[in-house]
């Protein structure tokens, strides 16, 4: 089935270490997506790639970073979880050229730093 | 910052009645997208308005858009218990090479059976 695969589910983490939340889309969409997601917040973008091998800051980048060594995985990586860090993440992907249509999302990931 | 709000944040309704969701942002967009969000789930696509269209239509869904009073609404008829969930708008910008997707807070749905 066409989507996005997103792992893990769920993971506790201590506070300090490091975690790579894993997503891959098999849509050959050319863009993906990390959103967070707080109660009463919405969805809040923290990092976008356009295109294989370039990626850009969203609106809540700090503490994350992100790679896009080819068109179907965007690993999202926490350097040193805080427990601010606490959250729901989704990976999304879309077409980025011409008619723009919805974007996919994944299952998400539920993120706890302890 | 958050490019829009929904309003009501929650609504409670019976099976069978309709359920309207209203969306207002603050700068100019391209099209203007409705979500869903079952609990525990990713969200799911449901339409994308153009800022050239007016209203649009997908099965029992019904999309509005007013771009000089900068809102949308989404009107679900005849609902049913599985339409509960949480619906999102999202405000879309593109520019060359990039599309930029902006949530609101979102209004969660209650359908009573």
């Known amino acids: 089935i066409a989507g996005i695969t997103q792992a893990p589910t769920s993971q506790i983490l201590a506070a300090g270490r490091r975690m790579t939340l894993r997503c891959t889309q098999d849509?050959?969409?050319?863009?993906m997506y990390w959103y967070r997601q707080d109660l009463g917040l919405g969805l809040r973008l923290i990092h976008y790639s356009n295109t294989a091998g370039t990626t850009g800051k969203g609106e809540v980048p700090d503490g994350y970073s992100v790679s896009r060594a080819n068109t179907d995985d965007f690993p999202l990586t926490l350097a040193s979880a805080v427990p601010s860090q606490t959250s729901v993440y989704f990976c999304a992907s879309s077409d980025i050229y011409d008619r723009p249509g919805g974007y996919t999302f994944g299952s998400g990931t539920r993120l706890t730093v302890v | 910052s958050q490019q829009g709000e929904e309003d009501p944040q929650a609504l409670s309704i019976q099976e069978g009645e309709n359920a309207t969701m209203n969306c207002s942002y603050k700068?100019?967009?391209?099209?203007l997208q409705w979500y869903r969000q079952n609990s525990g789930r990713g969200l799911v696509h449901l339409i994308l308005?153009?800022?050239?269209?007016r209203e649009k239509h997908s099965g029992r869904l019904r999309v509005t858009l007013d771009t000089s009073k900068k809102s949308s609404s989404l009107l679900i008829t005849a609902s049913r218990a599985a339409d509960t969930a949480s619906y999102f708008c999202a405000k879309e910008r593109l520019s060359p090479g990039r599309r930029a997707l902006t949530f609101g807070s979102g209004t969660r749905l209650q359908v009573q059976p």
């Open positions: 849509m050959r969409h050319n863009a």
């Open positions: 308005i153009r800022s050239n269209e």
């Open positions: 700068t100019s967009i391209n099209n």
